[in-house]
């Protein structure tokens, strides 16, 4: 299990009970040096720090009082320069092809937020369905866009796609997977 915490004074946000794919995202894109959203807050990497613990499941009866953090570093073991290590080893969303594009960086559960805070342009829901020549494969990539779109705001349009095809793809057409 993995817990995080982003800080930046006077905020502190912390996440518990990770599993690796659901950090991996976040890690990944934090690497490139990209703004993620979290909780209600946009964390730049140069002005917030970021912690990573490897420990065991934390139940929610610790967590209250705010007791969580201090049983995580009691516990686990700080990862965080691993795991940014090897996320920046790996290749980027230029020179990596098309089906090993970056998942979408918010955690679970921030969807919605994201969804609210930041839609698509209006009309863009047209231009991609007339680009994509209509069909039920283009309403699946649409819906797959839409849905990256509202998590990952700050990717390029072309890394948006891409995760939306990859998405198509290895979910049998189900974008909300």
Known sequence: MFH??????????????????????????????????????????????????????IELAALSMGRGWRQVERDGRDVTERLLEHARAGPTPSDAPPSAAPPAAVAPGTARQVSEAMAAPAGADEDVHALLGGGGDAESLLQAWRTVTARAPQLSPSERLALAELQVRTAGADPSA
């Open 4 to 57: 995080l915490q982003l800080r930046q004074f006077p905020h502190n946000h912390c996440q518990f009970n990770l599993s690796e794919e659901e950090l991996a995202p976040i890690v990944e894109v934090w690497a490139r040096d990209r703004w993620v959203l979290l909780g209600e807050r946009k964390w730049s990497p140069h002005q917030a720090k970021l912690t990573i613990i490897d420990g065991p499941r």
